[in-house]
């Protein structure tokens, strides 16, 4: 990564913040000497119609009888956009996994990969997993690793629905993800 020089005191204790070029979804940290990359973007989830990104891979036998449709095995390339208007500057792809395994709530275990296909980091993936209860306002999911510039990469992803078309069958999700690596 190509970065201007910043030295850092013991006694700071806010993050300084610095703008990576002239991207717009995304901003480095500095903390005690380490690196925090705070990207930012939406994610176009479209589950019908000729133009879909999300498919049905797998089902158990009890996921038509049951309410939070249990058992059900999704797979997904969604288009990353630096705004929430799917014709905004696409700046990457989340794809991956969700799993419906919760009989009570509706929540599904995520395995997701963001690959980044423009800006500083092309090229470069972060890998988020968790549990994903899609009626919280607000969602957390663990950064769990990556390649390229995120290589052995840690942190966490804060998510939410930022609009959803029942009509269309479509969301839009708006992801912070804060990511350190060595």
Same mark, same amino acid.
């Given at each position: ?103 009570? =709530? ?19 993936? =972060? ?16 950064? =769990? ?38």
């Amino acid at each position: 990564m190509n970065m201007n020089p910043i030295i850092i005191t013991p006694l700071l204790t806010l993050a300084c913040l610095v703008t990576a070029g002239k991207t717009k979804w995304l901003k480095t940290l500095f903390r005690r000497n380490k690196a925090t990359t705070k990207l930012h973007f939406y994610v176009h989830d479209l589950r019908a119609g000729p133009n879909a990104t999300l498919f049905t891979a797998a089902t158990a036998s009890i996921t038509a009888t049951s309410p939070t449709a249990f058992g059900r095995i999704n797979v997904f390339d969604d288009k990353v956009t630096v705004g929430p208007d799917i014709g905004s500057e696409e700046m990457g792809r989340a794809q991956g996994t969700t799993t419906s395994m919760d009989l009570n =709530v509706l929540a599904s275990s995520m395995n997701l990969n963001f690959f980044l296909t423009s800006g500083e980091f092309k090229g470069s993936t =972060v890998v988020v997993v968790g549990r994903n209860q899609f009626a919280d306002a607000e969602r957390e999911l663990a950064v =769990v690793g990556g390649t390229g510039a995120f290589r052995n990469a840690r942190g966490y992803a804060i998510t939410s629905t930022y609009s959803s078309d029942l009509v269309e069958n479509s969301s839009v999700i708006e992801y912070t993800i804060y990511v350190s690596s060595d």
